[in-house]
């Protein structure tokens, strides 16, 4: 058994989900067992300026040293639980003792299972607007749908202001729900992808979609828990 590090705290709502369904999905396949797990909650103020501020030589540096701190506790392996501070993965991943897996790769693998080659992207505005989603997708010939701009500042607003907060508000899932349905209408999207850790908080319990939820914390749990055994 892999010992799994986790550079949690971003925000911290999101970190305790991954902890749950890690254990879950571990208990589920070793038929009771209980995964290896350390957890490095790091700053989610600083990690958010350095990303506003596009100071990604400093933000790499950062989390470079936050994972070498998990490979000190033993971790074999990692992953960040978060998809803005991908902004820099492959910078981090090169610069690391340990292996990292990313929620961009492994999202992308998902949807090229599921045979799809449209969807859309919910997220940060980082996340919207940065290249590292397009990029990873575009490999796999996959096309990425985002929000109209008013629709990405709204999205953006509530999940800096409500979501990495704990705040999970009715009439926020359901303005988010209207964005999917407009995405699926005015793209043709297959289904959406929620970019953010903290989305399927509000999104993983809401009314079945025409358009499929594309859970990026279950799907990076997957791949970490296949990775332990």
């Known amino acids: 058994m892999k010992r799994l590090g986790v550079i949690g705290g971003l925000g911290p709502e999101s970190t305790i989900d991954y902890y749950k ?3 879950a999905a571990y208990r589920q396949k070793t038929n009771g067992g209980y995964p290896a797990i350390v957890i490095n909650s790091i700053d989610l103020n ?74 859309g992207l919910l997220g940060t505005r980082f996340t919207m607007q940065g290249r590292f989603f397009p990029e990873v997708f575009a490999r796999a010939g996959i096309t990425l749908a985002v929000p109209t701009e008013e629709e990405q500042a ?19 899932r359901e303005r988010l729900l209207q964005i999917i349905r407009g995405l699926k209408q005015s793209e043709g999207i297959e289904a959406v ?3 953010g850790t903290e989305l399927p908080l509000l ?16 799907i990076h749990v997957k791949a970490a828990v296949a990775q332990m055994l």
């Not at 639980?81 to 990313?102: E, K, M, W, Y």
């Not at 509530?158 to 704990?166: C, W």
């Not at 358009?211 to 279950?218: A, K, N």
């Open 21 to 23: 369904l890690i254990v």
């Open 46 to 119: 600083k990690t958010r300026d350095l990303v506003t501020a596009n100071a990604l030589a400093e933000l790499t540096e950062y989390l470079v040293a936050e994972v070498q701190k998990l490979a000190r506790a033993g971790a074999d392996f990692g992953l960040i639980a978060a998809n803005t501070p991908h902004i820099v993965f492959d910078g981090v991943r090169r610069q690391t003792s340990i292996p990292l897996i990313s929620i961009i790769e492994a999202t992308c693998e998902a949807v090229q299972a599921l045979g799809m080659k449209k969807v």
């Open 154 to 172: 709204y999205l953006h607003e509530k999940y800096l202001g409500e979501l990495v907060n704990g705040v999970f508000l009715p009439e926020t």
């Open 193 to 195: 992808i929620l970019g």
């Open 203 to 218: 999104l993983r319990n809401a009314p079945a979609q025409d358009v499929p939820l594309l859970d990026t914390t279950e």
